[in-house]
C-alpha cells in the first residue's frame, strides 16, 4: 500500500485506439483529434488533468497516432505567421496547448487492451499513485470528478475508480462495481468488479466511467493478469483483485459522479456534446441557440 499522502502529478491517457466506429474520418486522423467544437477531443482531457494538479501526462499512442504529439508542441511556422498579423487572440489558442503541460509519449505496440495500455506506462510511473483518463470521456469542468478523486486517494490510499448510475439495460457496456456505503455521501467502498456483465448478473447499477487514481501495485496484478473479456488484458479484471484483497495495494474506493459526463465515443454523444458545449459557449451561444431553436420548430 503507498503512502496516503504521496502528492499525485502524473497522468496517463490511453489513446492507441483505431476509432472504427467513427471511420472513414478515422482512417487518417485520430479519433482524439476530432474536433469538439473548436478543440479536439483530447485537448478537453489533458485540460482536467492540469485542472486537478496533475501536471506530468502520459500519453499511450499507436501507429497513425503523430497528430497528438503535433498539437501538444510548438508550432512555430504558425505562431510566426499569427504573430506578423497581429492576431493575438489566435496565436493565444495555438499557444496554449504546447504549454498546458509536461507531455510524455510511448506507444503501445500490440494492442492488448486498456489493462495492457496502463502496463505500459510503469517504466514512467514508477511507484506513485497516478491517475489514468480515458480519452472518450469528457467531464465538464465545473463538475470536477477528477480532482475528487485524487482527493480521497490521498486521504485513503489504494485506487479510486469514477462510478455513475445507468440504467440496468446499459449495465452490459460498462464495467460493473458492487459497492458499500461510507460515511461521505458520494462516495462508497468498492468489493468486486465485474467487466461487461449480463443485466441479471450485476452486481449493481453502478457502472465505471473513464476516470481511475490507481496505487502502482497494479502493475504488477496487470503483468499476471491473462487475458479476457475479448481477449484482452482488462483492466476491471486487476481492480477486481486489488479490492478482494486490500493488503496488496489498499482499499479500492468509488466517486459516484452525478455531473456531465459526455461520451465522444458514441457518434450520437458526440453530436450532442459538441451542441451541448456550442450552446453555453458565450461567443458562441446566442446566435447558435437561436438558430437551433428555429431549425427544431420549423424543420423538425
Known amino acids: 500500500m503507498t503512502d496516503a499522502h504521496t502528492r499525485i502529478t502524473k497522468a ?3 489513446a492507441a485506439g483505431l476509432g472504427t466506429r467513427f471511420l472513414p474520418a478515422t482512417k487518417a486522423t485520430p479519433k482524439e483529434m476530432l474536433p469538439v ?3 479536439p477531443a483530447i485537448q478537453y482531457v489533458v485540460e482536467e488533468a492540469v485542472s486537478a494538479g496533475l501536471d506530468d501526462v502520459l500519453m499511450i499512442t499507436g501507429r497513425n497516432k503523430r497528430p497528438l504529439e503535433d498539437h ?3 508550432n512555430y511556422e504558425l505562431e510566426s505567421a499569427l504573430q506578423k498579423k497581429g492576431d493575438a487572440a489566435r496565436l493565444a489558442k495555438v499557444q496554449e496547448s504546447s504549454d498546458l503541460a509536461t507531455m510524455h509519449y510511448v506507444r503501445q505496440g500490440d494492442p492488448r487492451g486498456l489493462g495492457h495500455a496502463v502496463l505500459c506506462a510503469e517504466p514512467h510511473v514508477g511507484q506513485e499513485p497516478f491517475a489514468v483518463l480515458l480519452g472518450d470521456d469528457l467531464i465538464d469542468p465545473r463538475d470536477p470528478l477528477l480532482a475528487r478523486m485524487v482527493d480521497i486517494q490521498e486521504r485513503h490510499g489504494g485506487s479510486v475508480v469514477a462510478l455513475m448510475e445507468v440504467a440496468p439495460s446499459q449495465i452490459h457496456l460498462y464495467g460493473c462495481a458492487a459497492v458499500q456505503a461510507t460515511e461521505e455521501g458520494d462516495v462508497v467502498k468498492v468489493t468486486d468488479l465485474v467487466e461487461k456483465p449480463d443485466p441479471a448478473d450485476a452486481p449493481s447499477n453502478y457502472a465505471v466511467i473513464g476516470r481511475y487514481v490507481l496505487d502502482p501495485h497494479v502493475f504488477g496484478i496487470l503483468r499476471t493478469t491473462e487475458p479476457g473479456r475479448g481477449g484482452e488484458i482488462q483492466l476491471t479484471d486487476a481492480l477486481q483483485q ?3 484483497d486490500e493488503k496488496i495495494g489498499g482499499p479500492v474506493h468509488g466517486v459516484v459522479f452525478t455531473g456531465r459526463r459526455y461520451d465522444t465515443g458514441d457518434r450520437g454523444d458526440y453530436l450532442r456534446a459538441i451542441v ?6 458565450e461567443d458562441l451561444g446566442p446566435d447558435f441557440r437561436s438558430w437551433l431553436r428555429s431549425y427544431v420548430t420549423e424543420e423538425m
Open 37 to 39: 467544437v473548436d478543440k
Open 276 to 281: 451541448r458545449l456550442a450552446c453555453e459557449r
Open 12 to 14: 496517463v491517457i490511453p
Open 72 to 74: 501538444f508542441d510548438r
Open 242 to 244: 486489488l479490492a478482494a
